[in-house]
């Protein structure tokens, strides 16, 4: 059974910086790329970042360009988001999600169940 | 950057109801669309790919068309596990959600 379990959310105070971590189990993660997702409360999706399955290729979204890094570690088969210089509109549960590839194409087959950050002073 | 924009926001019905929901991108992203569910508290879960393929597992009763700029889903009889927001999804050109459809019980 594919699991992603992310963990390293919390409350941190404007401009400091968080950890996230994504274990991912149940398949071959190096063979997988991987995204990070988050949503706001109350509001919709928003695609963050993309590392493919070799790390080789990642992209991020405009909104979090030059603050956030996004890296994997494929002999832990772990994901993570480092957030640097943090905002209150950072604010949101962030999801690690599985592009599901193949015929499907890039579209995110399985997420994990969230990580909630709050950036507040 | 392309902008997906579903209508309506909020959709009332009842179980049994055919439900439709309209997906539209601001350029054409040929039939690179999925469609999510999402219940509160929970992550979205993959409904539809590549504008009209079912997900595995997922119930017959969705169904997803168009291509270009215009998509649907539809729900052809709802029933209670299906109230939830709707999310559509381009991922032509990096990746883009719409706003979102909450399905409520009329």
């Known amino acids: 059974e594919v699991q992603l379990v992310e963990s390293g959310g919390g409350l941190v105070q404007p401009g400091g910086s968080l950890r996230l971590s994504c274990a991912a189990s149940?398949?071959?993660?190096?063979?997988?790329?991987m995204n990070w997702v988050r949503q706001a409360p109350g509001k919709g999706l928003e695609w963050v970042s993309y590392?493919?399955?070799?790390?080789?290729?990642?992209y991020y979204a405009d909104s979090v360009k030059g603050r956030f890094t996004i890296s994997r570690d494929n002999a832990k088969n772990s994901l993570y988001l480092q957030m640097n210089s943090l905002r209150a509109e950072d604010t949101a549960v962030y999801y690690c999600?599985?592009?599901?590839?193949?015929?499907?194409?890039?579209?995110?087959?399985?997420w994990g169940q969230g990580t909630l950050v709050t950036v507040s002073s | 950057d392309i902008q997906m924009t579903q209508s309506p926001s909020t959709l009332s019905a009842s179980v049994g109801d055919r439900v439709t929901i309209t997906c539209r991108a601001s350029?054409?992203?040929?039939?690179?669309l999925a469609w999510y569910q999402q219940k509160p508290g929970k992550a979205p879960k993959l409904l539809i790919y590549?504008?009209?393929s079912l997900e595995s597992g997922v119930p017959s009763r969705f169904s997803g068309s168009g291509s270009g700029t215009e998509f649907t889903l539809t729900i052809s009889s709802l029933q209670p596990d299906d109230f939830a927001t709707y999310y559509c999804?381009?991922?032509?050109?990096?990746?883009?959600f719409g706003q979102g459809t909450k399905v409520e019980i009329k």
């Open positions: 999600a599985r592009e599901g590839g193949g015929v499907a194409g890039t579209c995110f087959d399985y």
């Open positions: 149940g398949f071959t993660f190096s063979s997988y790329t």
């Open positions: 590392i493919r399955s070799s790390g080789s290729t990642i």
């Open positions: 350029q054409s992203i040929s039939s690179w």
């Open positions: 590549k504008a009209s």
């Open positions: 999804q381009q991922y032509n050109s990096f990746w883009t």
